[in-house]
């Protein structure tokens, strides 16, 4: 069956870095866009970043570009997400997604356009 495993979540100081991992199995990882989005307490869950079915076009929340950067590895069926000079707003479940690439979209920012999800992992962000 499908499956969306996150991993690598924690605490950190804040301006620390963390590096997430989204491994995945039971479908074509290569015929997905993929993306992350977070959920902090009391808040809906938010766009992060998304990237296209080959790695070669990548988008960012405002609130994360500079610091996140999304990747990944078709061959491992695997995506990441590096995030460097984490701050307390950072702190949220994450979540990563699959999202079925119909030759259009190169990725997607919406949660109704993914059609997998993860447990999703916690992130916290110490001041």
């Known amino acids: 069956q499908v499956q969306l495993v996150e991993s690598g979540g924690g605490l950190m100081q804040a301006g620390g870095s963390l590096k997430l991992s989204c491994t995945t199995s039971?479908?074509?990882?290569?015929?997905?866009?993929m993306g992350w989005f977070r959920q902090a307490p009391g808040k809906d869950r938010e766009f992060v970043a998304a990237?296209?079915?080959?790695?070669?076009?990548?988008y960012y929340a405002d609130s994360v570009k500079g610091r996140f950067a999304i990747s990944r590895d078709n061959n491992k069926a695997t995506m990441y997400l590096q995030m460097n000079s984490l701050k307390p707003e950072d702190t949220a479940i994450y979540y990563c997604a699959a999202a079925w690439y119909n030759g259009v979209y190169l990725y997607r920012t919406k949660e109704s356009e993914y059609d997998c999800w993860g447990q999703g992992i916690q992130v916290t962000a110490s001041s």
């Open positions: 990237i296209s079915w080959n790695g070669g076009n990548a």
């Open positions: 039971g479908f074509t990882f290569s015929r997905y866009s």
